[in-house]
């Protein structure tokens, strides 16, 4: 009896213990944390709706993939880091194999026209026989259609491939009825940056334009230029045919004679552009814009007006000269007014020799007459006009502008 009682203890101790033990597991179950990947939808991303699809973000983790509202989108692994997403399909890099001839309209006659014959870079398709497509081999030129017959490659011909005129703007004329000749080789011809009219043989080249207006040229005669409008072909004398004969030319007529030179040259003139005043000094000076050069071995004559004005009348002048070294001989004479009735005069006989008057006419418009021969050596150089006054006075003798000095050889 005490065995059994015994057994029945143990019965209930383990009953009770089974009893706690599964009271505890009930428990810990309903208030457990939910589970990696949890145990109900609304656990994952804060929830799905419908259309969504699921897919591992990382590890132990679900995402959501929204659905896509455009029509026809495809899944594809383009998203961040190859993440699935929805796309249209790229026929660049997301599909292989040939399209079957049976999903392609009217399929033998297309695929017959598509097939690609191109072999090389240049190379281009065009429609054979029966519109089989045809590879024609690139070359250079222009491609050239000739009608019925297949394209060729060549080079375009001006005379048969083009039409209309050129314009200026491109290199040609511009114009229809232009044409040149003439050159065999390359030539090159330079014309004017400027509207001008081009010279021909169709009408006389005028005088504005660098001719000479005459239609035909005249034997033995000589241009006469009447203005800028023409010349005037003026015909020579027969006697001038002799050697010492010298062609002499009649303003008054316009017309030729023959004559002979002079025995010396002509005449040269100098003149002053500006008054000459002097100094406080009675030493000479220069007469600014009355010299010349003198060549070595050389005669020379010479003859000055000179307009001069003085400060008082009671002043008068000298007029003189300096010249090369080692002259064969100089000589020259002075002449002025002293009075309205009396005249004085000095002489040079060298450089800076000549004395001076003692009065002068009146204090303007007076006027001194120099002449003289100089008859140079061998020494070549510069004549210089000089003056100076009675008396060192500034301003004492003015040389005015418009005085003038002439020379001649013989």
């Known amino acids: 009896m005490k065995k059994f009682n015994f057994i029945s203890n143990a019965n209930r101790a383990l009953s009770l213990f089974w009893l706690v033990a599964i009271s505890l597991s009930i428990i810990g179950i309903a208030f457990a944390a939910a589970p990696n990947p949890g145990h109900d939808i609304t656990a994952v991303s804060g929830g799905a709706v419908q259309g969504d699809l699921f897919y591992g973000s990382a590890v132990d983790t679900l995402s959501a993939l929204a659905k896509n509202i455009t029509a026809t989108r495809y899944l594809s692994n383009t998203g961040a880091s190859n993440n699935p997403a929805w796309a249209q399909i790229d026929l660049t890099n997301g599909v292989t194999g040939a399209l079957p001839d049976g999903n392609i309209s009217s399929a033998a006659t297309w695929n017959a026209k598509m097939t690609n014959p191109m072999t090389t870079l240049g190379d281009i398709i065009y429609g054979g026989a029966s ?4 590879r024609l081999g690139g070359s250079a030129g222009f491609l050239k259609s000739t009608g019925a ?6 080079a375009v011909s001006l005379t048969a491939d083009v039409s209309g005129i050129l314009p200026t703007a491109n290199g040609g004329t511009g114009i229809a009825f232009f044409t040149a000749a003439g050159p065999t080789v ?21 005088v504005a334009q660098g001719g000479t207006a005459l239609t035909a040229a005249v034997s033995d005669a000589v241009l006469v230029g009447d203005s800028t409008s023409a010349y005037t072909a003026r015909t020579l004398p027969v006697s001038c045919a002799g ?4 062609l002499l030319y009649d303003s008054t007529t316009n017309l030729f004679s023959c004559g002979t030179d002079q025995t010396g040259g002509g005449a040269t003139y100098v003149v002053t ?10 030493a000479y000076q220069n007469i600014t814009g009355l010299s010349w050069s003198l060549a070595a071995s050389t005669r020379y004559d010479i003859e000055c007006k000179i307009l001069y004005a003085a400060s008082a009348t009671t002043i008068g002048l000298g007029i003189g000269w300096t010249g090369p070294a080692s002259p064969l001989l100089t000589t020259g004479q002075m002449r002025s007014g002293l009075t309205t009735a009396t005249v004085g005069g000095t002489t040079s006989v060298g450089n800076d020799t000549g004395a001076v008057t003692t009065a002068s006419v009146a204090t303007t418009n007076n006027h001194a007459f120099f002449e003289g021969f100089w008859s140079n050596g061998t020494t070549a150089g510069t004549l210089q006009m000089r003056f100076k006054p009675e008396t060192a006075t500034v301003n004492g003798i003015i040389i005015k502008a418009g005085s003038w000095c002439k020379y001649s050889t013989y």
Request: hydrophobic share 45%; no cysteine; proline share 4%.
């Open 131 to 134: 519109g089989v497509a045809t």
């Open 186 to 206: 390359a030539r090159t011809y330079t014309f004017p940056d400027a509207a001008a009219t081009v010279l021909t043989s169709n009408a006389a080249v005028t």
């Open 149 to 154: 017959a297949a394209p060729t490659w060549s």
């Open 273 to 282: 552009t500006a008054d000459v005043a002097s100094t406080a000094s009675t």
């Open 243 to 246: 050697t010492t004969a010298k």
